[in-house]
């Protein structure tokens, strides 16, 4: 028996919660895909609410820049370069003793999505590249379970729980639906990630770590309902807000669904069933080469030139520059390709490292 008897007390007095709801907490797991600040901040608040179980997936390291947005992390993560999973399991455990936290220091990959995603409820988005979010929309689809995604970048945020018409009515299912309250999914929204260079990163406008705070508070708000109520008592809605104008909105996706979406009507999972490694260290150069399945164009070749800045190299189907060493790599290529994209990345062996440094330079 707890010694905390009236931990959940606040928690259990509003409407359509009470022990029930907690009871349902208690046997759920969660799977948090990526552990910065939007997963740190989402993390501690399903920990503290009660969330019986949490996996973690995250293959980063704790860094001095980390601290000013994600909250798990001390001065000594840093110093020690800690992986983050196991740097917020450690934190996790002396906030709530009874939640169980699993650390995995890996990254999520075509291979590794569902043996991850298998075992939980429900999957929170805490991603910072595209391409990983589109694998994560895939084995959500897969497994028919509840994604909830948000995003924060500069001032501004977003978040919403996506419903796959997979998960509708499925048997075992944690958060029960129907099929009128499924919801579409990622890429019935957005048919195809944006292409290299063309969405905004941490990296290259800044980030104020309230927005993200708010962002991972829809986000963990959002699961923690879905779990504790069930999916009719939380509306179908993308939520929007940016703290520099303090403009909230919120937009009905309740009708969005595609009907000729490749992914959860069509049966595509293209980022899920890839069979070619998306990336392969250049044996004695100290690079690695990554392969997206997102094109770019010139254009998009124009933005990355203008973030990588002044220094940058333009070719006729190229762009190279320098890298920020706090990324851990010291610069980037990005070249078309048939199919896709090459991106090489040199300074590092590490592929996430690799991965996670171009996404924060100019976004993937």
């Known amino acids: 028996m707890t010694p905390f008897a009236d931990r959940y007390q606040r928690q259990m007095r509003l409407p359509r919660f009470g022990a029930d709801a907690q009871r349902r907490l208690r046997a759920s797991r969660v799977l948090v895909a990526g552990c910065g600040a939007l997963g740190t901040m989402a993390c501690e608040q399903l920990c503290r609410a009660g969330v019986g179980a949490i996996d973690i997936v995250d293959r980063d390291v704790v860094e001095p820049s980390n601290l000013q947005r994600q909250t798990l992390f001390t001065e000594q993560d840093a110093l020690r370069r800690e992986p983050k999973a196991e740097a917020a399991k450690a934190r996790l455990r002396q906030v709530n003793a009874e939640c169980t936290v699993r650390a995995f220091v890996d990254d999520l990959h075509a291979g590794s999505m569902l043996r991850y995603a298998s075992a939980a409820d429900i999957i929170l988005d805490c991603l910072d590249n ?3 979010r589109y694998l994560l929309n895939d084995g959500a689809v897969e497994l028919g379970l509840p994604l909830v995604y948000a995003g924060a970048v500069g001032m501004r945020g977003m978040a919403a729980a996506l419903l796959p018409i997979t998960g509708a009515c499925r048997a075992g299912a944690r958060v029960v639906y129907g099929d009128a309250r499924a919801t579409p999914c990622l890429r019935c929204l957005a048919p195809e990630p ?52 303090l403009e909230f909105r ?24 890839a069979v070619e490694s998306p990336w392969r260290v250049l044996c004695g150069r100290n690079a690695v ?15 990355i030139a203008a973030r990588l800045g002044a220094g940058s190299e333009r070719g006729a189907r190229s762009v190279r520059g320098s890298l920020d060493p706090s990324l851990g790599a010291t610069s980037v290529q990005v070249l078309l390709a048939e199919g896709g994209t090459l991106v090489l990345v040199e300074g590092t062996t590490d592929p996430e490292r690799a991965r996670s440094a171009v996404a924060a330079a100019v976004g993937l």
């Open 130 to 132: 595209f391409e990983t």
């Open 194 to 245: 944006p292409m290299p260079g063309e969405a905004e990163t941490c990296e290259t406008v800044g980030v104020l770590g309230p927005a993200v705070g708010i962002a991972a508070s829809i986000e963990a708000g959002l699961a923690i309902r879905l779990l504790a109520e069930g999916a009719d008592a939380v509306p179908a809605s993308m939520v929007r807000f940016d703290l520099a104008s």
């Open 250 to 273: 919120d937009a009905s996706i309740a009708s969005a669904r595609d009907a000729s979406c490749p992914c959860c009507a069509l049966g595509e999972r293209r980022f899920l069933r």
């Open 289 to 303: 080469e990554l392969r997206l399945a997102t094109a770019t164009d010139a254009a998009g070749l124009d933005r």
